[in-house]
């Protein structure tokens, strides 16, 4: 996989991180600080997640993305 493919793909892992960071705060939160701080964590993550999501499929439409392009054409990974 292509160095920018790999970093789109842990790009879009650390979204998810950042999203279950931002709910295990809110459940452990003590105040309004808090619940701003993981608000604009999630919305963070929310953010940047369409923006890579975005970018791979532009990747993708420009056959940059092997493994999605295969898996278009009806092959498997296997």
């Not at 452990?28 to 970018?55: H, M, N, P, T, W």
Request: glycine fraction near 8%.
């Amino acid at each position: 996989m292509k160095t920018s493919n790999e970093i789109l793909t842990k790009t879009l892992q650390m979204t998810e991180k950042m999203v279950e960071l931002a709910d295990l705060g809110d459940e452990a939160r003590e105040d309004v600080g808090c619940g701003v701080l993981y608000g604009l964590l999630r919305d963070s993550a929310f953010k940047i997640r369409k923006l890579a999501e975005q970018e791979k499929e532009s990747h993708i439409r420009q056959g940059a993305w092997p493994e999605e392009k295969e898996i278009r054409k009806g092959k498997s990974r296997r």
